[in-house]
């Protein structure tokens, strides 16, 4: 049975700090997606990595795959408010279509 | 461009009576799933349908729990017969495709079942 472990679970830090979580597997995936979900809201896809030691920036926010595509970083720099939420990853294993989720990394950023 | 739309957003019943939740996809996308997230926790695949086609069911119970995705209309996900276990959030998403950029999920807000 493939599982990602996702650390840690719960962060709280202060407005401008930086941050990494963690998305860790002892199964290969093709692809490892990164999601952000509000709450009462479903997950919105951030980043999807592909290539073993990809690295993939959206503005503060840097996305790393490990070389053996078995885990994944997501770094912030400078957090803020608006970063708030459940930062879930997610990895595709064998079908086209089956995701296997993380149980999430929940973060507050305090101003 | 409306997203995945899911209703109700949320749902309360006693135990014994029915559930009934749908989800309409983005336009264009013919590939819904279905899953379910416990509190504190990740996503749980349950069912991946096509058009008038269950694909995938795996990952739902094999008792109580139905999916269907008919040629008109939204998707439908029917428990039938609730337990206080069943209480939970239930996304569905949706895919243009299940290959290269296709297969990116767009994910609908969720119905919150509470079970009584």
């Known amino acids: 049975t493939q599982l990602l472990e996702q650390s840690p679970q719960f962060l709280s830090i202060q407005e401008g700090e930086n941050l990494t979580v963690y998305c860790n597997s002892s199964?290969?995936?093709?692809?490892l997606q990164w999601y952000r979900q509000e709450p009462g809201e479903g997950p919105v896809l951030l980043v999807t990595v592909v290539t073993g030691g990809e690295v993939k920036k959206l503005k503060r926010l840097t996305f790393q795959f490990g070389d053996a595509r078995k885990d994944s970083s997501l770094h912030i720099t400078a957090a803020q408010p608006g970063d708030t939420g459940l930062y879930l990853c997610a990895g595709r294993g064998g079908s086209n279509y089956q995701l296997i989720w993380g149980a999430g990394t929940k973060l507050i950023i305090k101003p | 461009n409306a997203g995945v739309m899911q209703n109700p957003r949320h749902l309360v019943r006693r135990r014994g009576q029915e559930a009934r939740l749908r989800c309409s996809p983005m336009k264009g996308h013919s590939h819904v799933y279905w899953y379910r997230q416990l509190p504190e926790e990740g996503l749980k695949f349950m069912v991946y349908?096509?058009?008038?086609?269950?694909?995938?069911e795996s990952g739902m119970p094999k008792e109580r729990f139905s999916a269907e995705f008919p040629k008109e209309g939204p998707s439908i996900l029917r428990i039938q017969q609730v337990v206080r276990g069943d209480s939970a959030a239930y996304f569905c998403a949706s895919s243009p495709g299940t290959s290269g950029g296709g297969r990116e999920q767009f994910f609908g807000p969720g119905t919150r079942l509470t079970v009584l």
């Open positions: 349908l096509q058009k008038e086609n269950i694909i995938d």
């Open positions: 199964s290969v995936f093709s692809s």
